[in-house]
T-cell receptor, first 116, second 112 residues
Framework: GAVVSQHPSRVICKSGTSVKIECRSL??????MFWYRQFPKQSLMLMAT?????????EQGVEKDKFLINHASLTLSTLTVTSAHPEDSSFYIC????????????FGSGTQLSVL | GENVEQHPSTLSVQEGDSAVIKCTYS??????FPWYKQELGKGPQLIID?????GEKKDQRIAVTLNKTAKHFSLHITETQPEDSAVYFC???????????FGTGTRLKVLA
């Protein structure tokens, strides 16, 4: 199946710094990618839809200036958590639209962000 | 808002037994219902999905049933194995927009 690579898998940073997470589609082009946030033992919450070559669409309640999304190519979307604070600590996951009718979305392996 | 309820939150079964996880959705416009398996520290992996024009779908030991009238869909795993232990999420949404609402997850533990 299609492969979505997400890096880093784990990051620890100091409060006030910014962290960039990359999501790459390795063997297909993804015009649309999605970013989710998952708290321990909870479900995935969609944060934003990332569209190649255009601005991301954010879900209600998600601060676009806090979570910067860039989708500059058909195989790469990045999520930057700016001026991170401990409450931003979470598991962040991306997914990509494969365009394959039988397999809609493939997910990255996730990034565990810990802000000290 | 729209939501997806998932039960049970935890499920323990003996190896070889069957496991059933149930979901209920609220948005009648939903037409696509995928199931994902998530292992610790990893992203979700699609294991099976069903569209609104089908009532049942099976893939080896895994099957999914859908009752559109009742807005229920269920995951059935037969002959469970220890490697089936993981968190399972159901989701409901529009196959055209890929915007899914996820259930709250079921932690399945298969006891050897």
């Amino acid at each position: 199946g299609a492969v979505v690579s997400q890096h880093p898998s784990r990051v620890i940073c100091k409060s006030g710094t910014s962290v960039k997470i990359e999501c790459r589609s390795l063997d297909f082009q993804a015009t649309t990618m999605f970013w989710y946030r998952q708290f321990p033992k909870q479900s995935l919450m969609l944060m934003a839809t990332s569209n190649e070559g255009s601005k991301a669409t954010y879900e209600q309640g998600v601060e676009k200036d806090k979570f910067l999304i860039n989708h500059a190519s058909l195989t790469l979307s990045t999520l930057t958590v700016t001026s991170a604070h401990p409450e931003d600590s979470s598991f962040y996951i991306c997914s990509a639209d494969t365009g394959i009718s039988n397999e809609k979305l493939f997910f990255g392996s996730g990034t565990q962000l810990s802000v000290l | 808002g729209e939501n997806v309820e998932q039960h049970p939150s935890t499920l323990s079964v003996q190896e070889g037994d069957s496991a059933v996880i149930k979901c209920t959705y609220s948005d009648s416009a939903s037409n696509y219902f995928p199931w994902y398996k998530q292992e610790l520290g990893k992203g979700p992996q699609l294991i099976i999905d069903i569209r609104s024009n089908v009532g049942e779908k099976k893939d080896q030991r895994i099957a999914v049933t859908l009752n559109k009238t009742a807005k229920h869909f269920s995951l059935h795993i037969t002959e469970t194995q220890p490697e089936d232990s993981a968190v399972y999420f159901c989701a409901a949404g529009d196959s055209g927009t890929y915007k899914y609402i996820f259930g709250t997850g079921t932690r399945l533990k298969v006891l050897a």
